[in-house]
């Protein structure tokens, strides 16, 4: 009877952790549903803003902006964006694979000399690169409590002077792209200085044309920082989105598990309870024989 009362536990235990599961899937898609909304907004003037600049990059060329200045990468800031809780698959190790893999193909040189430092959004790659006594600047965890425009700014901001200031020669950022709630794309890709776009190799030949109002300047001035800021604000956006649907996808194979689970210990406690009766029907019939005889 001891087994049986240990299955009844196993099998409540399994029962109480399917309901949370279950719970925390529904959290998630509701949240995807603003989050998806979000990003699906965004990313239209994000993406037609970088093309744009990318076709102008030709003609910015011997601009007095920091922001487009190629530089040696002596000093390389990693910009990786996570989440702060887990409990969502491989979506943050993705992050840590893909940051640890551009550094050993690109940096490793800089490594070794102490200067490959870390900005993370998210506490799962900052506590990461913290134990392992990596340069993580700043604490930006608090963004995801209030995720505006505004808040990722003040992050871009300071990642923007720490570049114009020379702290930095070259800016990457590591993050998951949203494609569905079943597909996130580990996506690297260079914040700083401003890529050239490929079209801009062949502007020469292309027949896009822009009459640029006030002047080349002023968009120098304003729309390559503005740039820069959406492209990070798209990119926290994406991961945002990502997390919910890899969070999603993960406690819905979780429930799946759960009930699998639960049939092998039904099964398994009426198999044990079938025994333990057949045992005592078993001990009744020969304590009777025994008697007669």
Same mark, same amino acid.
């Given at each position: 009877?001891?087994?049986?009362? =240990?299955?009844?536990?196993? *099998? ?5 952790? &399917?309901?949370?599961? !279950? ?7 509701? !949240? ?9 907004? #965004? ?5 037609? #803003? ?5 076709? +102008? ?19 390389? +800031? ?11 698959? $491989?979506? %943050? ?18 490594? @070794?000399?102490? %200067?490959?430092?870390?900005?993370? *959004?998210?506490? @799962?790659?900052?506590?990461?690169? =913290? ?23 003040? *992050?871009?901001? $300071?990642?923007? $002077? ?10 990457? #950022?590591?993050?998951? &792209? ?8 580990? /996506?690297?890709? &260079?914040?700083?200085?401003?890529? @050239?776009? =490929?079209?801009?190799? %062949? ?25 820069? @800021?959406?492209? +990070?604000? !798209? ?10 649907? $890899? ?23 009426? &198999? ?5 009766? /057949?045992?005592? #029907? ?12």
């Amino acid at each position: 009877m001891a087994n049986l009362k =240990e299955v009844r536990n196993r *099998i409540a235990s399994v029962q109480s952790t &399917q309901q949370i599961t !279950k719970a925390m899937k529904m959290v998630s898609a509701a !949240k995807l549903k603003r989050a998806t909304n979000a990003i699906v907004q #965004l990313r239209p003037y994000a993406t037609k #803003l970088k093309e744009i600049l990318g076709n +102008l990059s030709a003609s910015l060329e011997g601009s007095t902006s920091p922001f487009i200045e190629e530089r040696e990468p002596n000093k390389v +800031l990693i910009v990786t964006v996570s989440s702060n809780r887990g409990l969502a698959g $491989a979506f %943050n190790m993705n992050v840590i694979k893909a940051t640890n893999n551009l550094i050993a193909e690109k940096y490793s040189e800089q490594l @070794k000399k102490g %200067n490959v430092s870390i900005v993370s *959004i998210g506490k @799962k790659t900052q506590d990461f690169y =913290e134990k392992r006594n990596y340069k993580v600047i700043g604490n930006n965890n608090e963004v995801y409590q209030a995720l505006t425009f505004e808040n990722v700014t003040k *992050i871009t901001d $300071a990642i923007m $002077a720490g570049f114009e200031k020379g702290e930095f020669d070259k800016v990457e #950022l590591v993050y998951n &792209q949203f494609k569905n709630a079943a597909v996130q794309i580990i /996506t690297t890709e &260079q914040l700083l200085p401003l890529p @050239k776009s =490929e079209e801009a190799a %062949n502007a020469k030949e292309s027949n896009v044309d822009y009459i640029l109002e006030p002047s080349k300047e002023e968009i120098v001035t304003q729309l390559i920082p503005k740039s820069i @800021k959406i492209q +990070l604000y !798209k990119a926290v956006l994406d991961s945002h989105a990502s997390e919910h649907g $890899a969070r999603m996808t993960s406690m819905d194979k979780a429930t799946e598990n759960a009930g699998d689970l639960l049939k092998a210990l039904k099964l398994s406690y009426n &198999q044990a309870r079938q025994a333990a009766i /057949t045992t005592e #029907l078993t001990e009744i019939v020969s304590g009777a024989a025994a008697l007669n005889g």
